[in-house]
């Protein structure tokens, strides 16, 4: 059974590039979180999505980033015009329900550094 | 405002040695609590979680967390520590329907000496 899958697990960009971060759930698993882990820190929530909803995205940056998960295909995590200051792991997890029916399973990570 | 505290950054312990990670919380209502492992590269791990009921809870790789409302606390503790455990370890809240916004402290390290 595959886990949580995050591509690519390493990501390059130069300032003012964009950068796409993709997560396929569990099997199963309809719910997605991604969150953001800086150096030192601890991680950061940024958004929830169901399919074709974004249901909370109280941690997202106003401006740069968004993030879809489509009817098909992976959830996605864009960021535009990145700036150093994105640099981070960005985790992204699923879960079969909401929170409180389980835990969160979460993915290995995509590390972006901004040159 | 809702927060996680790990008074510890880094800690080291012998192997066989027993462990006890510290986790205090400010939440406005009993949170759902979590514990996670992060190993080097890798994504995080449940460990244990409370929700409600004993407020000793039972986890993977022989791991325990005592819930404490008085002390608003949930800390981790291990009998005896394997050379395997060298990890980060993270505590987390959530509220009650929360929509998996939770929210965690800054993590402990773990190192682990023979």
């Known amino acids: 059974n595959a886990g949580v899958m995050q591509n690519p697990r390493h990501l390059v960009r130069r300032r003012g590039q964009e950068a796409r971060l993709r997560c396929s759930p569990m099997?199963?698993?309809?719910?997605v979180y991604w969150y953001r882990q800086l150096p030192e820190e601890g991680l950061k929530f940024m958004v929830y999505l169901q399919k074709e909803n974004i249901i909370d995205e109280s941690g997202m940056p106003k401006e740069r980033f968004s993030a879809e998960f489509p009817k098909e295909g992976p959830s996605i995590l864009r960021i535009q015009q990145v700036v150093r200051g994105d640099s981070a792991a960005y985790f992204c997890?699923?879960?079969?329900?909401?929170?409180?029916?389980?835990?969160?399973?979460f993915g290995e990570g995509s590390r972006l550094t901004v040159l | 405002a809702q927060s996680v505290t790990q008074p510890d950054i880094h800690i080291t312990v012998s192997e066989g040695a027993s462990l006890e990670l510290r986790c205090n919380y400010s939440?406005?209502?009993?949170?759902?609590l979590f514990w996670y492992v992060q190993s080097p590269g890798q994504g995080l791990q449940l460990l244990l979680k409370y929700f409600s009921g004993d407020t000793l809870v039972q986890g993977i790789k022989g791991f325990e967390a005592e819930f404490k409302r008085s002390q608003s606390s949930f800390n981790l503790r291990k009998p005896s520590v394997h050379w395997s455990d060298a990890a980060e370890y993270f505590c987390?809240?959530?509220?009650?329907?929360?929509?998996?916004?939770?929210?965690f402290g800054k993590g402990t390290k773990l190192s682990v000496k023979p």
């Open positions: 099997k199963g698993h309809s719910h």
């Open positions: 997890a699923s879960s079969p329900g909401e929170l409180n029916t389980g835990e969160l399973f």
């Open positions: 939440y406005g209502a009993t949170p759902y």
């Open positions: 987390a809240v959530g509220a009650r329907g929360s929509q998996g916004n939770l929210i």
